[in-house]
């Protein structure tokens, strides 16, 4: 039996030390001498193996950047199926109680207390910048109150997504026109124009421009806004993405988002978050499909070439993305490429108050474009 044991183990030394490119199984002539090789390469296979990050730590938290599918990944981050109404009920009444220490309360009835709270589903983020005036999860890190900036962050490491500025601006004007912002706070555009008195935003001229998907003409108006400063209009959804790494707080990951979900999914595996995921039928935008970044004008491009410079060079030097004529829309989700060649869009062009084709949302819950 010893020998049967001795040969076992020398077939497993054998295994070992192949994993960590040993050649001790050649050098073994006593069973005391297998022992002591065993624990060696044991210690030296799980010095191999093991990660930088522990998958217990769960040290990873959200810097929100609108328009990067963020508010996908906070809800992706509470585990919650689609089925569970009573829990998800729970999470919005969370948004309509008095006190962050009430909606945290409530957000831990609905999730348990090891769930990341990204984004808005920290009650400590869902109050307004005194430096910006948007919410404080649109707020990039740098301007955000010390202490709230300490409570999220804390140990943590950020991550966030880096998105084609073409890309990116096309589809919050596409956000723009359907109006709500955020089903759990109820927070619509109107609500936001009014908030930060830029009524423009609600004229006769710019609800033309919503109703018939006139993404240049939106863009021709308020860029030249941002250039002059106005940059936090529209609860910073004009912000650079730039300024969102420039975080006090926590050093940043940058996710290639034109790689969604599947680069969202890959992090979450490789920092233990095993539980969480981005669905291929991810949240996006449902009205104006048959516009994309294919559809801005060449003026509008150079404007939005000089508002975002820096966001081009970010992704150049990280994802080596460096042809900043380059026009591309996220082919692997349903709807985000009307107005590119060869692509059969359904397109809202004559009226975008026709319809919303989601079952997910309702219809026009801030009221239609033009009204």
């Known amino acids: 039996m010893a020998g049967i044991v001795t040969l076992l183990q020398k077939v497993s030394l054998c295994v070992l030390a192949a994993q960590v490119g040993s050649d001790v199984c050649q050098d ?3 069973d005391d001498s297998a022992g002591a090789a065993e624990v060696q390469l044991l210690q030296r296979s799980l010095q191999m193996r093991r990660p930088a990050w522990s998958p217990f730590q769960k040290d990873l938290v959200l810097t929100h950047v609108p328009c990067t599918f963020g508010h996908t ?3 992706a981050g509470l585990s919650l199926p689609r089925s569970d109404t009573s829990a998800w009920l729970k999470v919005w009444q969370s948004f309509h109680v008095a006190t962050p220490q009430e909606a945290l309360q409530m957000m831990h009835t609905a999730v348990p207390l090891d769930t ?3 984004g808005m ?6 109050g307004y910048s005194s430096m910006t005036g948007c919410h404080l999860y649109y707020t990039p890190p740098k301007y955000l109150p010390k202490d709230v ?3 999220y962050y804390g140990n943590k490491s950020a991550f966030t997504f880096l998105r084609d500025p073409y890309d990116r601006l096309v589809n919050d004007f596409r956000a723009q026109v359907y109006g709500l912002d955020s089903i759990f706070a109820f927070s619509c555009r109107q609500n936001t124009s009014w908030r ?3 009524l423009e935003r609600e004229s006769a001229q710019y609800k033309r421009w919503y109703r018939s998907c006139d993404v240049n003409a939106y863009l021709r108006a308020e860029l030249p806004k941002v250039l002059a400063g106005d940059v936090y209009r529209a609860d910073c959804h004009f912000v650079p993405q730039a300024e969102y790494f420039e975080n006090p707080f926590a050093n940043t990951t940058a996710i290639d988002n034109r790689g969604l979900p599947q680069k969202f999914n890959d992090l979450m595996v490789e920092r233990g978050y095993f539980n969480i995921s981005m669905p291929s039928n991810t949240l996006h935008n449902y009205v104006c499909n048959n516009i994309s970044a294919y559809t801005l004008a060449e003026d509008v491009k150079a404007l939005i070439r000089q508002v975002y410079a820096r966001d081009f060079d970010l992704i150049c030097n990280l994802f080596g993305y460096c042809d900043r004529e380059e026009v591309t829309c996220l082919q692997q989700v349903p709807n985000m490429c009307g107005g590119k060649p060869g692509t059969n869009a359904s397109a809202f062009s004559a009226d975008a108050g026709q319809d919303v084709r989601s079952s997910l949302f309702p219809k026009w819950p801030c009221g239609k474009p033009g009204e």
């Open 116 to 118: 990341p709270l990204w």
């Open 149 to 151: 900036g300490q409570h």
């Open 121 to 126: 589903m920290d009650p400590m983020l869902r």
């Open 196 to 198: 930060e008195n830029h």
């Open 73 to 75: 990944v906070e809800m």
């Open 28 to 30: 073994l002539e006593d």
